[in-house]
């Protein structure tokens, strides 16, 4: 479809002008600086004496005397949420609001900002969690998540400078922020990932707001937005990705720059200037975009966090122990070494042997008459696999390294065959594949290399399933193939679970969680491109079974997982939480704060119990 088609199209299709005859509003609203409209016909009001609610008489029922500015609020049935900042200590205050009663509550308020706030906004994802936007006059921002009486500090941002307003798309995810002399920007409110910004209207003669923009009002699939001298109303759609601006309208506020507010009253749009209040209808055909709901599950525990920053943790393992409680998780360190934690996620040792990616473990290997425990990794300084042997007690070693003539060393995974030894597939991101035999000779390790092959891109992650004989790899753009783990039987590969619906590149890593007693046995893997996880029959026909994501779990003071480059899962009854197993998944943004990167410890129980799993 041509632009100009395209564009006549959402004109049609998401908004009428709106009228310019003004509607009568409460005899209250000259005096309030900010409104909101609750459930009811009732009203919060901010004005230069404090919050007051009034019941759809326009009657008040109750205040909070306060010198305050910034209200904002979530709504949920008759539930109210309202956040004010009090001018004089620029701190957020949390308010709850009893319809039912007519009374305003205070709750704990957040601690007192490290800087002066220009602009705050609420903003409510999606497991219902309530977070806050804090922004400076110079751009730096925080974001908060309250739950209770606790406060907490997410993340810190940069946002632009001069920025009066803000309001948060709940659905579309998104911190809408006006920078004053420039326009609108959209942010992604997720805390986790990198996040990125997308010009929403910018000023001439960039885009069509005069002099900037204004005060914000979020509408389904869109915003409504007051250039920066408050003369034009503009508004903006948001769909596929992309917005779209409508003719603006003229309004003519005639305030001072900065000083305009919109709100929204049921299918109209209220708008302050010099003389109070306006109420103009606005036939408003916009809808928000629908996105499938992914189960939220809450990590139990975290390990402590890498000793570098950036991009440094990248792929766990698993060892079992007799004891169960004493099992060790391995993690590579790509600018360091390989690292070892015990269950409550406490370091316990370090071997700072280079820049390792990929690491697997296999135990109970049958090798030269001896049984051994054994992990290896990639190690991308020299494109060597390294090996460490595992004693009793979970302490590793360095049992040796050989070279694979890798240009480029990435992934691996073990296979242990059930005629007995240990095999590695190694692979290089050019998409070769190798297979090795690791042996023993002399109390000393080798590898033989039983095949090659390649795929067509860039490759990571690969699980061998040691029942079926099968092996599972990801192509990063492509998706989740299977082949034989038999040398000796190779078989073409087939597409198990393409990228597109439940799986967004890049595929990164992946494992399977044994179901014990005859149970299903199920393939899990890390969608990287919408940090969720994918779970499916380890089986074919590879049934899909699910999708979830790493929440917060507030309590413990663990975030979510975001970006995940490799995962690990046992079936193993680790006790505590993880009597049916435990999933370990790298966490490539560190929050609740920032910090440098780590992995979360997730029960198993509670993935089967959100995808309903056998």
């Not at 305050?68 to 308010?95: H, M, S, W, Y």
């Not at 198990?496 to 439940?502: F, I, K, Q, R």
């Not at 997982?561 to 899962?569: A, I, K, M, R, W």
Request: proline share 5%; charged share 25%.
């Amino acid at each position: 479809m041509k632009k100009s088609l395209l564009r006549a199209a959402l004109l049609a299709a998401f908004a009428a002008p709106i009228t310019l005859l003004a509607a009568t509003l409460p005899a209250f609203t000259p005096q309030a600086e900010e409104l909101a409209r609750l459930p009811g016909g009732g009203w919060l009001a901010l004005d230069k004496h404090g919050l007051h609610l009034f019941d759809k008489s326009g009657r008040e029922q109750d205040n909070v005397p306060v010198r305050a500015k910034q209200l904002d609020t979530r709504i949920a049935g008759n539930q109210v949420l309202a956040v004010f900042l009090e001018a004089d200590t620029q701190r957020p205050v949390p308010v709850t609001v009893d319809l039912q009663a007519g009374k305003l509550t205070r709750l704990a308020p957040f601690p007192d900002a490290t800087f002066s706030v220009e602009a705050s906004c609420l903003y409510r994802d999606a497991q219902r969690l309530d977070h806050l936007f804090l922004i400076a006059k110079d751009g730096q921002a925080e974001q908060w998540v309250m739950q209770g009486e606790q406060r907490r500090l997410v993340r810190k941002l940069a946002l632009p400078p001069h920025v009066k307003h803000c309001r948060v798309d709940d659905g579309a995810k998104q911190l809408l922020v006006s920078e004053g002399n420039l326009g609108v920007w959209a942010y992604d409110a997720e805390s986790e990932g990198m996040g990125k910004r997308e010009a929403v209207a910018l000023r001439r003669p960039y885009s069509q707001l005069d002099g900037g923009a204004g005060a914000l009002a979020v509408l389904p699939g869109g915003v409504a937005v007051l250039d920066a001298r408050a003369e034009k109303l503009h508004l903006l759609a948001h769909k596929d990705g992309r917005w779209t601006a409508l003719p603006p309208q003229a309004v003519a506020l005639n305030v001072r720059k900065g000083d305009s507010q919109l709100a929204l009253d049921e299918g109209k749009l209220l708008l302050r200037g010099k003389n109070g209040w306006q109420s103009r209808t606005l036939a408003w055909q916009g809808k928000a975009d629908k996105t499938m709901p992914v189960a939220i599950i809450e990590p139990q525990a975290q390990t402590e966090p890498m000793a570098r920053q950036g991009d440094a943790a990248d792929d766990p393992a698993i060892w079992l122990s007799s004891n169960p409680a004493d099992a060790r998780i391995l993690g590579t360190n790509k600018k360091q070494g390989l690292l070892v934690y015990d269950l409550q996620g406490k370091q316990t040792q370090l071997l700072e042997v280079g820049r390792l990616n990929n690491v697997d473990v296999r135990q109970g290997i049958d090798l030269g008459g001896a049984k051994v425990d054994l992990a290896v990794a990639t190690r991308r300084d020299d494109n060597t696999m390294m090996l460490f042997s595992i004693a009793a007690n979970g302490e590793l070693s360095v049992a040796g390294s050989f070279a694979t003539g890798l240009n480029d060393i990435y992934g691996m995974c073990l296979y242990q065959p059930k005629a007995g030894g240990v095999e590695a597939f190694i692979n290089d991101k050019d998409g070769t594949f190798q297979q090795y035999k690791i042996g023993m000779n002399n109390g000393k390790f080798g590898a033989t290399l039983l095949r090659s092959f390649k795929v067509a891109t860039q490759p990571e992650g690969c699980v061998a399933d040691d029942n079926s004989g099968r092996l599972f790899l990801g192509e990063e753009r492509r998706g989740v193939w299977t082949t034989s783990a038999d040398a000796a039987k190779p078989d073409a590969l087939s597409m198990v679970l393409p990228v597109g619906a439940n799986l967004a590149a890049d595929v990164e890593g992946m494992a399977i969680y044994h179901g014990r007693n005859g149970a299903p046995s199920y393939l899990v893997v890390s969608s990287q491109g919408d940090s969720s996880y994918v779970v499916l029959d380890a089986t074919a026909p590879y049934k899909v079974r699910g999708r979830f994501r790493v929440g917060f779990n507030l309590r413990a003071g663990v975030d979510g997982t975001s970006e995940t480059d490799g995962l690990e899962v046992t079936s193993s009854n680790l006790g505590g939480p993880y009597a049916q197993g435990m999933l370990v998944i790298q966490d490539g943004y560190k929050r609740l704060p920032d910090g440098p990167q780590n992995f979360k410890y997730v029960a198993w129980g509670d993935v089967a119990r959100a995808l309903k799993l056998d």
